[in-house]
């Protein structure tokens, strides 16, 4: 198999090797491709400032990198969109990150999808769901036109329930194998494809929430398993890249290195390249969830480490 593995650039971890290596971040990323890495993830919150804070030849450099063969993605800002609902200023920003991403010559931009809110009625009202289910399929039919007119692939990051969830009143609409099914069946009758990045680990930490006792491990990696496999099943085609991560399986959302947690990823993985999946294995890292793991270790160390712990992992499904 050709090597796909890409990685997430988190804003914490620029900024950490501008402070600590002193390094730009051409440098930063040029450090990455030698580990081996084949693609990169931007986050939005460096791009917005990409102006102002990188020279013209550093903005050359990302956007030629396209031609070196390396992937260029973009992920869109969490925090200023909701996309299940209906107010205008929410697709103005969404519409501002594919630009950037555009700017930048990114090959696909990632989008959250959104939640509703309960705050009047009580939280299993049906009709309110339904209304944020239209405006998701309103809004990404909408931005799904804008980005394809742009020539970049616009997807929708799968997410994962929280303890919290009912507690502030919110249902998020972007858990649910269904809630992709909803929107696959309604774009496809616009004529719009549903294009999926899939996350293992919110995959992992959705399946295993089912089990009330966290302290049963066997239950939790079985029904980690049963969310993911189903989840490849019923939308295996409409899974176009990926974030990977290992977990705990519970809602600290660790985002961990493949092996540290517990989580069936590599049988996740095998399922995915089965199933036909042609698209990267890009790494997302919280590594300030687990950082003592690597005591003494510089973020370039971790990161290399990752790498090579997937490497073989997907050497050994290949
Ligand atoms: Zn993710």
Request: charged share 35%; net charge neutral.
């Amino acid at each position: 198999m050709k090597n796909r593995i890409q990685t997430f650039l988190r804003e914490r971890d620029i900024r950490e090797m501008m402070a600590k290596n002193g390094y730009g971040l051409q440098q930063i990323i040029e450090e990455m491709l030698k580990i081996g890495y084949k693609g990169l993830q931007l986050p939005e919150r460096i791009a917005e400032k990409i102006d102002k804070y990188y020279t013209p030849e550093e903005i050359d450099y990302i956007r030629n990198l396209s031609k070196k063969g390396i992937q260029i993605s973009f992920h869109h800002d969490q925090h200023n969109t909701n996309l299940a609902q209906k107010e205008k200023i929410y697709l103005v920003n969404a519409k501002r990150s594919i630009d950037r991403a555009v700017a930048l010559r990114s090959d696909y931009i990632v989008f959250h999808l959104g939640f509703v809110d309960f705050d009047e009625k009580p939280y299993n009202t049906p009709e309110v769901l339904e209304e944020g289910r239209k405006n998701l399929v309103r809004n990404l039919d909408y931005l799904i036109k804008y980005a394809t007119k742009r020539d970049i692939d616009l997807t929708v990051e799968n997410n994962h329930k929280e303890e919290y969830e009912y507690v502030r009143n919110t249902k998020k609409i972007d858990c649910e194998t269904e809630d992709f099914e909803y929107l696959r069946d309604e774009l496809e009758k616009k004529g719009k494809v549903i294009k999926i990045n899939y996350d293992t680990g919110h995959g992992f930490i959705q399946g295993a929430w089912v089990v009330k006792d966290k302290r049963d491990i066997k239950s939790m990696v079985e029904a980690a398993k049963k969310f993911a496999f189903s989840f490849v099943d019923r939308l295996g085609k409409n899974i176009y890249a990926t974030h990977i991560s290992d977990n705990t399986l519970t809602s600290h959302d660790d985002h961990m290195i493949v092996g540290d947690g517990i989580a069936p990823i590599k049988l996740t993985l095998e399922k995915m390249i089965e199933s036909g999946y042609q698209g990267n294995f890009l790494y997302e890292l919280h590594l300030e969830s687990w950082l003592d793991k690597y005591k003494g270790k510089s973020i370039l160390e971790i990161y290399k480490i990752a790498y090579e712990r997937l490497l073989k992992m997907l050497e050994k499904i290949a």
